[in-house]
């Protein structure tokens, strides 16, 4: 399973950026979708997440209507859509992906997710 993000780069504050988050062998029926970040020294944060297929999109209250989790199935690609940018969203930022037993489980606080990313950093001045 290969998780491959893009995106990322330097923005000013309140700019916009989308990261995408290619996803290729992935072997499970199921998928639980997210999004991460960290910061050198600070814990990894989980910001959003989505149960792909159809289910209810969920967001940490940082970045509660700035940013927007979404997919687009055929492709097997994730977005995460980053808008009204602030200097302290500068961080890693990773995606995620695990199987789920259904999508009350998809949420970063329910679930370890079994496939990452390497990262693609964000930073905003």
């Known amino acids: 399973v290969q998780l491959v993000e893009s995106g990322g780069g330097s923005v000013q504050a309140g700019g916009s950026l989308r990261l995408s988050c290619a996803v290729s062998g992935y072997p499970y029926s199921s998928k639980c979708m997210a999004w991460f970040r960290q910061d050198p020294g600070k814990e990894r944060e989980g910001l959003a997440v989505?149960?792909?297929?159809?289910?209810?999109?969920y967001y940490a209250d940082s970045v509660k209507g700035r940013f927007t989790i979404s997919e687009d199935d055929g492709r097997n690609t994730e977005y995460l859509q980053m808008g009204s940018l602030k200097p302290n969203d500068t961080a890693m930022y990773y995606c995620?992906?695990?199987?789920?037993?259904?999508?009350?489980?998809?949420?970063?606080?329910?679930?370890?997710?079994?496939?990452w990313g390497q990262g693609t950093q964000v930073t905003v001045s």
């Open positions: 995620a992906a695990t199987p789920v037993f259904g999508s009350s489980s998809c949420h970063w606080a329910l679930t370890d997710f079994r496939y």
């Open positions: 989505i149960y792909s297929g159809g289910g209810s999109a």
